[in-house]
Structures are given as structure tokens and as C-alpha cells.
């Protein structure tokens, strides 16, 4: 599926951007702020004794989000299919997350977890599209 035309942000197409952008953003946000603490006031419990679970979790919501700015805003970008769109912005932002959290002491960064991360916006935005598609 090749998109319409190049995305001009200065001329957002939809004027109620802020319901599809806006919490692609938010989101984005509370997973910097959530990388950026050292330590959480709850320890979440070991499901499947890995963090994997909840790194494929979370960027599973991001790529559904993702997946509605895309759906929204389509451009071409490297002629892309919309969920390779997806998976490229969450393996870009999930690499830049890992970064970040180099830097934060008690926090170190995995390959396995933007793997982790890569694979679990890839699977949001296969289900995103999947369901958009049969629609």
C-alpha cells in the first residue's frame, strides 16, 4: 500500500489532530518518564519472570497509536507498508529509550529490550490495521 502524498506538518489535513497526535505524544512522555526513575514506588509482579512481557506490552499500545496517526496523517516514507511504519518509529523510539536509560542510575539498556519493544509495536500496529481493514 503506497500512501498519498508527503505529510506537511504545518498543514495538519485533519483539524481534530489532537485526538489522533496528542496521545501518541502523551504516551510517549509517560514512557520517558517512567525510563527516567530509578526506581518504581510498586514493583510490578514477575509475569513470565521477565520484562520482556511488559516492554512487548507497552510498545504494543504505542504501535496502536502509532498506527492511528499513520492511518490519519499517511505519508511515504521509504515505501513502507503502514504497520513497517510503525515498527520502524517504535524500534527508533524504543533504541532512543534504551539510550536514555543508560544514563539513569540503577537503569541499564538491553538489545533484548528493544527487541522487546520493536516486536510488540509491530504486533499493535498488525492488530491496529487488521481490525481497521476489516472495517
Not at 513502507?80 to 518509529?89: Q, R
Not at 524500534?91 to 529509550?97: E, F, R, S, V
Not at 543508560?102 to 481490525?131: E, H, I, N, Q
Request: glycine fraction near 8%; proline fraction near 7%; include cysteine.
Amino acid at each position: 500500500m503506497r500512501f498519498a502524498e508527503p505529510l506537511n506538518p504545518l498543514t495538519l489535513p485533519n483539524p481534530r489532530w489532537w485526538a489522533t497526535v496528542l496521545p501518541l505524544i502523551l504516551y510517549c512522555l509517560v514512557i520517558f518518564y517512567f525510563s527516567s526513575q530509578t526506581r518504581f514506588f510498586v514493583q510490578p509482579p514477575e509475569f513470565f519472570s521477565s520484562d520482556k512481557f511488559y516492554h512487548f506490552s507497552e510498545y504494543a499500545v504505542l504501535g496502536i497509536l502509532t498506527g492511528r496517526v499513520i492511518r490519519a496523517y499517511p505519508f511515504d516514507f521509504l515505501s513502507l507498508s503502514p504497520v513497517g511504519a510503525v515498527a520502524l518509529f517504535c524500534l527508533i523510539y524504543g533504541a532512543g529509550d534504551e539510550f536514555h536509560q543508560w544514563f539513569v542510575p540503577g537503569r541499564w539498556a538491553t538489545v533484548g529490550d528493544v527487541l522487546a519493544d520493536t516486536v510488540g509495536g509491530w504486533a499493535g500496529g498488525k492488530l491496529y490495521f487488521s481490525f481497521w481493514f476489516k472495517r
